[in-house]
């Protein structure tokens, strides 16, 4: 690749610049900031092409990126956003949002001691230019059948099902409840992680792709299922997971508790002008304690510094090293404010004589032995309880499948937990027991991450088509 393969000695790893901290603590914008055309040229001539990419095995959609490195490197940006989408149907999205220090970049040979070639980075710049540019992706070859698929949800598994079928000629149809597309990407990932304009464009392309959207439309409800079903050649189900979990703590109901999802879209509705059942709450001028360690509590905790409240503080059960969240996200929070208390594990919340939230009594904890995914569990140190003052508790201990009575009445398989039985190993990728009935995303995995519902929407499309014998 590179004519000096030692490059990475001389040139260090740079992460784009971030906005000023006084920006960053009032603005719901994105953070960082685009890369300059030199910095991605240098960064990406960084990649040893070191012939067995673990960052590529590593990555959910196996993206090819030493090739689409090379290219940026050469500054060959159309051809590698022609690349990117070969395995990806959203790289500007997943540059932005995934966890890659635990995906691509956590498997690149350069952190050992030299720091990883900044993937997600570059993937999100040469999406962004490419569509600068006037890219989009060209459909022109595509022979166009009549076949007809349904897919139910407009999340990142919806639209790359949609992406694969209608490159492949088949025309997807997609419905979802809200009134835009990208699920948890619009209606949950808060605007300073990835602002809302990324989704417009995209829906723009995907509609000039041939993929139809019907929004506003709440499937079971406004259309039946079963019609869907005798209409569409086949049905793809990517409804996400929406039952939040409960901690079973005392006065969990009490005013000045906020469930988090339902405050992060009134935040979002608030600042985009849309209307959903989630009104605004502002934590303005209060004692915020954030009880979570995923994804969902670090978006809770920066919505509240940039909504002005006066201290925010993220108790979580177990150590830093057992957070479930990014650490990037982590280091986020903690630059624009947000105190962490580890080995924190909440018990009730405290209310006043007026029944208004006033703490949260936790307990500390000790880590105990690792469970079946290798987590070390916490346990309680018998004694230790203390209250924490609080005005405002969100509440972020994640999600639950919330498979709909349709879904059940219909037949479809679940599992203990409540979610769909598919597999990418059956014999038509992600079909469920009903053979035109195929599912992915969180309603397969559990609540999990934007590129590995990419992943599977995109392998239920191959799914299909072969199902289809397109
Ligand atoms: P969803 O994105 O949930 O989409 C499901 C869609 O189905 C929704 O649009 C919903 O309206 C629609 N729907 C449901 N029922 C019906 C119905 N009956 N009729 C019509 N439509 C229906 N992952 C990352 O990788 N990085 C992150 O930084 C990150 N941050 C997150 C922050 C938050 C606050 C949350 C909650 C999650 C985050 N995640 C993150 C996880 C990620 O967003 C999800 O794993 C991903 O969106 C799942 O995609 P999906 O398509 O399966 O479901
Ligand atoms: Fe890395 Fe995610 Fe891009 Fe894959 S999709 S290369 S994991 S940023």
């Known amino acids: 690749m590179a004519q000096n393969v030692y490059q990475f000695i001389d040139v260090k790893r740079i992460d784009p610049p971030k906005r000023s901290h006084s920006e960053r603590t009032i603005e719901f914008v994105e953070i960082y900031q685009p890369m300059t055309h030199t910095q991605v040229e ?35 940006i159309i051809e590698a956003a022609e690349l990117a989408h070969k395995t990806n149907s959203l790289p500007e999205v997943c540059g932005r949002v995934c966890p890659q220090d635990r995906l691509c970049e956590g498997a690149c040979t350069l952190n050992e001691g030299f720091g990883a070639v900044t993937i997600g980075s570059i993937e999100k710049y040469i999406t962004d230019k490419a569509f600068e540019m006037g890219w989009r992706p060209d459909l022109s070859a595509v022979v166009k059948t009549e076949r007809r698929v349904a897919v139910i949800g407009a999340g990142p598994a919806g639209l790359a099902c949609a992406d694969v079928l209608v490159r492949n000629g088949v025309t997807p149809v997609v419905f979802d409840r809200y009134p835009e597309i990208g699920g948890l990407l619009t209606f949950g990932i808060p605007p300073f992680k990835l602002e809302k304009s990324v989704l417009s ?12 959207f019907r929004l506003n439309t709440n499937v079971g409800v406004d259309v039946s299922f079963d019609s869907l079903l005798s209409e569409y050649d ?16 005392t006065n969990e109901d009490a005013p000045g508790v906020y469930e988090a999802l339902p405050f992060l879209i009134g935040n979002i509705n608030n600042l985009m002008g849309w209307q959903t059942e989630h009104p605004y709450v502002s934590l303005k001028d209060k004692t915020v304690v954030v009880l979570g360690g995923g994804d969902t509590a670090m978006d809770c905790v920066r919505t509240s510094i940039r909504q002005g409240a006066t201290k925010v503080s993220c108790a979580y059960r177990r150590d830093e090293a057992n957070m479930p969240g990014s650490r990037k996200e982590v280091q986020n929070a903690r630059e624009e404010g947000v105190e962490f208390l580890f080995n924190l594990q ?15 009594k936790v307990v500390t904890t000790e880590m105990g032995a690792p469970d079946a995914k290798g987590r070390r569990s916490p346990q309680p140190v018998p004694g230790s309880e203390q209250v924490l003052p609080a005005d405002a508790v969100v509440i972020a ?35 469920t027991n009903e053979h035109k009935i195929f599912a992915g ?20 499309a191959e799914g299909i088509l072969d199902y289809l014998e397109v």
């Not at 559990?446 to 590995?452: A, C, K, M, R, Y």
């Open 397 to 431: 201990f994640g999600f639950q499948p919330s498979p709909p009575q349709w879904l059940v009445d219909m037949g479809v398989e679940l599992d203990n937990k409540g979610r769909v039985i598919a597999s990418e190993k059956s014999t038509f990728a992600m079909q």
């Open 346 to 360: 909440p018990l009730g919340i405290e209310v006043n004589s007026a029944g208004q939230v006033c703490g949260v």
């Open 441 to 460: 995303g969180d309603m397969v995995l559990g609540s999990d991450l934007v590129v590995t519902a990419i992943a599977q929407g995109r392998k239920a």
């Open 42 to 76: 240098g960064q990406a001539d960084r990649c040893l092409d070191c012939g067995n990419p673990y960052c590529e095995w590593k990555c959910p959609v196996h993206n090819y990126i030493p090739q689409w490195l090379k290219l940026a490197n050469e500054g060959k």
């Open 201 to 212: 464009l995209r829906r723009e392309i995907f509609t000039d792709m041939g993929i139809e």
């Open 234 to 249: 086949a049905v793809f189900l990517a409804l996400g997971t929406y039952t939040p979990m409960k901690g079973g703590l």
